[in-house]
Structures are given as structure tokens and as C-alpha cells.
């Protein structure tokens, strides 16, 4: 029965390509963070890249971006982000922390009044 898509994995891929991404995942990554990257890369792998090759090293650092942009807050160059955002595209992610960036806290600080000098 290998190579037949095995009832309740991600995506409807196969044991083999299952267990080929979770040789992936880091070794502290949480379970909520792999779980959404593992399905960035199980999306984006037609027959899983070689061991060590560019195409799987970029697949990797893509799936690192998304969700470090995603979980963490990163930004990235306009490109990569934008590269990135399209792989990911159709991922639902409901649990992902909601931040607030310095630019919207300057905002709220101006508009109420507040002064940031120390004087």
C-alpha cells in the first residue's frame, strides 16, 4: 500500500511524504508553528527535493519565513515576503499571536497626547 495517500494525513500525501517533512521540523519548533509549516511545505513539494540540494535548502528557508513572519512577527526584503505570502496562500492559520508594531504604538502614543521626551 505505499505510495497510496494514507487516510488522515495532512493534505491527503502519503505516509513516506509525511514522514519526509517531519525529518524537517526543528528540534525546539512548537507543534502549533509545525504544524502550519508542515503544510507550507507538504503545498509546495511535487516529489520531495534531494537531501541537501538548493531547491529543498530554498523550499526550507521559504517555509522558515512564512512562518517566522507569521508566529513571530519578522519581516523580511519586499521579494522573499512576497514569495513566500504566494506559497502560503489558502493556509488558514486561526491561532497565530496578533502583534503590534511600533509604527501603530507611535500612533496611539501621538494621538493621545503623551509625550515620549524624558525631560
Same mark, same amino acid.
Given at each position: 500500500? +505505499? @505510495? ?44 520531495? =527535493?534531494?537531501? @541537501? ?19 513571530? @512577527?519578522?519581516?523580511? =526584503?519586499?521579494? &522573499?515576503?512576497?514569495? +513566500? ?7 488558514? &492559520?486561526?491561532? +497565530? =499571536? ?22
Amino acid at each position: 500500500m +505505499a @505510495g497510496k495517500a494514507a487516510r488522515g494525513e495532512p493534505l491527503g500525501r502519503t505516509a513516506e511524504e509525511v514522514a519526509w517533512a517531519e525529518a524537517l521540523r526543528g528540534a525546539c519548533e512548537p507543534e502549533q508553528h509545525w504544524r502550519h509549516r508542515r503544510e507550507f511545505l507538504l503545498r509546495n513539494v511535487g516529489r520531495p =527535493p534531494a537531501a @541537501g540540494s538548493a531547491e529543498l535548502q530554498r523550499l526550507v528557508s521559504l517555509s522558515m519565513v512564512w512562518a517566522n513572519h507569521v508566529f513571530l @512577527g519578522c519581516r523580511y =526584503p519586499p521579494q &522573499v515576503m512576497e514569495k +513566500a505570502l504566494e506559497m502560503a496562500e489558502g493556509i488558514q &492559520v486561526s491561532d +497565530a =499571536p496578533v502583534r503590534t508594531t511600533r509604527d501603530e504604538l507611535v500612533a496611539k502614543v501621538k494621538k493621545r497626547g503623551i509625550s515620549s521626551s524624558n525631560g
